[in-house]
């Protein structure tokens, strides 16, 4: 179902943002139970899909209720949360673009480390807000949804509504550097003190002036010059902006050029007598100098002289008074700082001490022009300051709140390191962005029951088995506000049609008693989809679906309704759920919930979802990267067959230990035991191998 392939008088045109030209939308609702979801009800001109002819999916016809699935979890955080840019500032998440460089982590050997990456997606929603607080005064607004890294892990904001999940309790520690209380003051770097602190700073820091005299055959010339060169445009157009401000007109020329081992550097320059000393005057230190000539000074000595390497920020001069004035100006502004040994050659350094912390802070205070030497990139993650969570408090209301999906998987937000959301590709079929789409733009077909009656009608209907759930799932939460499901099975059961349902969604149990009725008269067959046993494997690649215990208390209460339930165990994850420990357990708690057989399969990662399950795999398990990519080179989307082979040899031998009937998900599908009151075995394909998320 495309967007355009839906027709009805009066829709809503503006329903969905840039969907004005499109038709089919009769309306676009939000709901506070189902916060930060926008459901897009519209009128399907078709229920049934068929398949592709050449299909490799044991069945021929599906039916998807909705598209989108609100199983999924919503990460957010406030609009005015600050984001750790590639070029070493912070900047708002609302004014970030897809596109945008930022910076993320990932493990490199025995670290986490700070690494460059890009925003792939962005959305904004409305979801009920908390207040992290940390003993070092910063503050997050997040939803309960959005997770942070902690000396323990990731966790989330606020335990499940239903369930347990890891959440953040007072005295975590979340990784990362902070930002530290709110209301320091901020300098106004317009500011005439400012300008002329940078100015004094990088002029007395690499500037030279001369004042000569040059003796000729006819007469003695006076000689007045400034020259200012550097390798780096920003600090020098800086510094040619902030002199013209002052009345000072500079011309720029080559100074150096390139070599094997030095850099092109241009320089600014004037010969003007007038120009020249007014430079003096504007670069003499004041009596007293306040906060704004201090920061600019700063900034501007370390443009000229600073550097920053694997996070640690130096300063250096040989210059007595300069190296006073660096020191005195940290000081007024609180900035921790060593003065380290002379070198040989009497050449001092003044370093920032307290790591990553205040190094930023002293970024974020003076504004440097050079973003070379602002990056972190390559630093290790090292918590220095104290960000110990002392409170966790729901703000007691929705909020605007905006995410990202990153190369990463994760961000940098008010100094933390932050998890973000998922993207998924299906929703771009429909003109969706596969982000925040996926899981908060739900696409609610409200007449499928009733298209699908007169489809089954048509003479030329053949009663072939239709699968429900091989797309998203038909019980996903969306479900209970709809009820979409009691209609279709009605349908299917008076035409005669027998059909499949694979789900996830413990909001099957409803339609029980319907079920059954409906087995009377066609043969019904019901998979409950349960890969992970393991509760912390199941909530980092899951998150928002019910827990695994719940699913298999489902199992028990379809099967004693009279159900043969089988239990797809895939995607069967090679090095995280594929050893033998770990496939017994999950094969003893799918026996005690009653289970009739079991279906297995290895990971099958499509094209919508490889990248981001490569990114989850970089951020949770970095060592198997080598291994995933080996199993799944380029654009493959299937383990090798050695793989397959391998698994299966594993599995059926503790499939029949347990008594249940293997079954494989690249078999020919055998007759299938179906659920219908004479207990014939009819064949009915199986729903295809599901998809990660």
Do not use: K, N, W, Y
């Given at each position: 179902m495309r967007w355009q392939g839906q027709t009805i008088d009066d829709a809503d045109d503006a329903a969905l943002p840039g969907m004005e030209n499109r038709t089919g939308i009769v309306r676009s609702i939000t709901t506070p139970e189902f916060a930060g979801m926008t459901f897009h009800e519209v009128l399907a001109r078709s229920a049934l899909n068929h398949v592709p002819a050449g299909s490799r999916m044991p069945f021929s016809w599906t039916i998807n209720p909705y598209r989108g699935c609100s199983h999924a979890c919503v990460y957010c955080v406030s609009p005015d949360t600050l984001v750790l840019c590639a070029d070493g500032r912070q900047r708002r998440i609302d004014d970030l673009q897809v596109g945008d460089e930022i910076i993320g982590t990932e493990r490199r050997g025995s670290y986490r480390r700070y690494v460059r990456t890009e925003i792939l997606a962005k959305w904004g929603t409305q979801k009920a807000a908390y207040r992290v607080t940390l003993a070092d005064g910063t503050e997050i607004i997040a939803s309960g949804d959005h997770r942070f890294l902690t000396d323990r892990g990731w966790k989330h904001v606020a335990d499940a509504e239903r369930g347990q999940r890891p959440h953040l309790t007072v005295n975590n520690r979340l990784m990362g550097f902070g930002i530290g209380a709110v209301g320091e003051a901020a300098v106004d770097l317009t500011s005439d003190a400012y300008r002329r602190g940078y100015l004094a700073g990088m002029i007395r820091g690499d500037g030279m002036i001369f004042h000569g005299v040059y003796p000729s055959a006819k007469r003695v010339r006076q000689i007045h010059m400034f020259r200012l060169a550097l390798k780096?445009?920003?600090?020098?157009?800086?510094?040619?902006?902030?002199?013209?401000?002052?009345?000072?007109?500079?011309?720029?020329?080559?100074?150096?050029?390139?070599?094997?081992?030095?850099?092109?550097?241009?320089?600014?320059?004037?010969?003007?007598?007038?120009?020249?000393?007014?430079?003096?005057?504007?670069?003499?230190?004041?009596?007293?100098?306040d906060r704004a000539w201090r920061t600019g000074f700063l900034a501007g000595i370390f443009d000229a002289e600073g550097s920053s390497s694997r996070g640690v920020l130096r300063i250096s001069n040989k210059n007595p008074e300069i190296l006073h004035l660096i020191t005195s100006s940290m000081t007024a502004l609180g900035v921790p700082h060593v003065s380290e040994p002379p070198r040989p050659n009497g050449v001092r350094a003044v370093r920032v001490a307290g790591g990553l912390p205040q190094r930023q802070r002293f970024f974020d205070l003076t504004q440097p022009a050079i973003a070379r030497k602002l990056s972190i990139e390559g630093s290790a993650v090292k918590s220095v300051s104290d960000l110990r969570v002392v409170a966790v408090e729901p703000l007691g209301h929705t909020r605007d709140l905006v995410d990202i999906t990153t190369g990463t998987g994760d961000f940098i937000a008010n100094g933390v390191i932050s998890h973000n959301c998922f993207a998924r590709g299906t929703h771009e079929y429909l003109d969706l962005d596969g982000g925040g789409d996926f899981d908060s733009q739900i696409v609610v077909k409200t007449n499928v029951a009733e298209v699908l009656a007169k489809e089954l009608r048509k003479g030329s209907w053949q009663q072939e088995s239709v699968a429900l759930g091989t797309n998203t799932d038909p019980y996903q939460r969306a479900e209970g506000r709809y009820k979409l499901m009691p209609g279709i099975i009605r349908t299917l059961a008076e035409s005669g049609t027998p059909f499949s349902i694979l789900t996830k969604g413990t909001l099957i149990r409803r339609d029980i008693p319907l079920l059954v009725d409906a087995a009377t008269h066609v043969p019904i067959d019901i998979q409950m989809s349960i890969a992970m046993y393991d509760d912390a494997l199941q909530h980092s690649i899951e998150p928002g679906t019910p827990s695994t215990q719940a699913r298999l208390d489902t199992v028990r209460t379809l099967t004693d309704a009279g159900f043969r339930v089988g239990v797809f165990l895939m995607p069967v994850l090679p090095h995280l759920t594929d050893s033998v420990a770990a496939i017994d357990l999950a094969l003893q708690r799918i026996e005690e919930a009653g289970a009739d057989h079991v279906i297995y399969g290895a990971l099958h990662l499509r094209a919508g979802v490889k990248p981001w399950f490569m990114q989850w795999l970089q951020r949770e398990h970095p060592e198997l990267m080598s291994s995933y990519r080996g199993l799944y080179p380029g654009a493959a989307s299937e383990a090798p067959k050695p793989y397959r082979q391998w698994l299966a040899k594993r599995v059926r031998p503790l499939i029949r230990a347990h008594g249940l009937e293997a079954r494989h998900s690249d078999d020919a599908y055998p007759s299938r035991r179906l659920t219908r009151p004479t207990a014939v075995r009819t064949t009915v394909a199986a729903p295809p191998a599901p998809t990660l998320f």
């Open positions: 780096d445009a920003e600090g020098l157009s800086r510094a040619q902006l902030l002199l013209e401000l002052e009345g000072i007109t500079t011309r720029l020329r080559p100074f150096t050029a390139a070599t094997e081992t030095r850099a092109t550097m241009t320089a600014i320059h004037t010969a003007s007598r007038s120009q020249v000393e007014r430079i003096e005057e504007i670069i003499t230190v004041p009596a007293s100098p």
